[in-house]
């Protein structure tokens, strides 16, 4: 099975600033078949990205995410207090579909 | 309303069973493919196990093959999931979740997760 390894496992930014996530898999993921999702604490992960870079419904264009092959990212330009949460990766182009252990982006 | 609401979670011995529903409202249920995704508090998301729109091919991690059972009664709406035989490492939050996209297992619809704890 493909493993997903994030970075950095925490992330302290302030609001307003720029947040990059890295997602690293163990292989190649298959036509870019990979998924971002928020979790905020008590509640669900949401869907924010998916085939790498498209956005999800009602997700802000300043969340982004890019790449290919094994390297992805998420980027979130300019921070506002509602994007302070946990963020996983999942590949999906292989079976089984596994996940990433998460990056927290925390205030800092 | 959109949603999807999972119910049947809660304390159980090892060895013990117990039978997860989801319930689906706002969409078109027996148009989507589903799955179950858990997650130990505070931990990671695994993916479970997935069923098709019909329900006539169903998918399971290694970790629970043989001991779950995945089904669903588009008549009612509702997503099963049947545990048996549970272990301790069987703790988690389990959520059910709508596929995007027929073939292509990325979830776009969560419910609010049911705790299934396996404790003596």
């Known amino acids: 099975e493909i493993v997903l390894t994030q970075s950095p496992g925490t992330l302290s930014l302030s609001p307003g600033e720029r947040a990059t996530l890295s997602c690293r898999a163990s292989q190649s993921v298959s036509s870019s078949r990979l998924a971002w999702y928020q979790q905020k604490p008590g509640q669900a992960p949401r869907l924010l990205i998916y085939?790498?870079?498209n956005r999800a419904t009602g997700i802000p264009d300043r969340l982004s995410g890019s790449g290919s092959g094994t390297d992805f990212t998420l980027t979130i330009t300019r921070l506002e207090p509602e994007d302070f949460a946990v963020y996983f990766c999942q590949q999906y182009g292989s079976s089984p579909p596994t996940f990433g252990q998460g990056t927290k982006v925390e205030i800092k | 309303e959109v949603q999807l609401l999972e119910s049947g979670g809660g304390l159980v011995q090892p060895g013990g069973s117990l039978r997860l529903s989801c319930a689906a409202s706002g969409f078109a249920f027996s148009s989507n493919g589903m799955s179950w995704v858990r997650q130990v508090p505070g931990k990671g998301l695994e993916w479970v196990s997935s069923?098709?729109?019909?329900?006539?091919?169903?998918y399971y991690a290694d970790s629970v093959k043989g001991r779950f059972t995945v089904s669903r009664d588009n008549s009612m709406n509702t997503l099963y999931l049947q545990v048996n035989i549970l272990r301790a490492e069987d703790t988690a939050i389990y959520y059910c979740?709508?596929?995007?996209?027929?073939?292509?297992?990325?979830?776009?619809?969560w419910g609010r997760g049911t705790l299934v704890t396996v404790s003596s």
């Open positions: 069923i098709s729109r019909s329900g006539d091919e169903t």
């Open positions: 979740a709508k596929i995007g996209v027929i073939g292509n297992w990325y979830y776009d619809l």
């Open positions: 085939g790498a870079s």
